[in-house]
């Protein structure tokens, strides 16, 4: 079965802290790597797509990376701020399951 | 340019009874998916459809069923609401099934009572 884990559940740290989340995916042969933002009862809201062929995307203070060979991602967010707290989903795209999704970590961003 | 829209926004049902619930893709997308979201089991994949045609079903049962029509737009029927149908469902609109960013929408609340 795909499975895709997000390592922590949740991080709280204050606001201006650089910060990491962790993904990683069982199987390697993927199409794209998403990462999304949710807000509390919200929809999702796309963040930043790195296609199978590339290392890394980068919009603004976010900046993603994708190590296939070791099936892993990682999303950096610079200078953390509070409007950044929010559930962020790591989504493994290929095969026959459309989307495969993470727990998410669920980030507090304290004033 | 519209995003992808979910109608309705909130749903309340009672055992039993069935519902119906409708994704608006993205103008120009043919692919449309959907997922159920519970607190319990996190995001799961109901099924997914591309030029009218179902191209793939998770896993649940025959009470769930969709359909996509020509216009692209879609719909999922959930029959003989049970209480752990109680969910946030998201459809998300791409241009193609594969390798296409997925745009969400805002999603429908089902509460079943």
Redesign the interface.
Known sequence: KQEVTQIPAALSVPEGENLVLNCSFTDSAI??L?W?RQDP??????LL?I?SSQREQTSGRLNASLDKSSGRSTLYIAASQPGDSATY?C?R??G?????????TKLTVNP | KAGVTQTPRYLIKTRGQQVTLSCSPISGHRSVSWYQQTPGQGLQFLFEYFSETQRNKGNFPGRFSGRQFSNSRSEMNVSTLELGDSALYLCASSLAPANTEAFFGQGTRLTVV
């Open positions: 199409y794209n998403q999304f009862g919200k929809g999702l809201t796309s797509l296609q989903l989504v795209q290929g026959s399951e459309k989307l495969v999704f993470g727990k998410g």
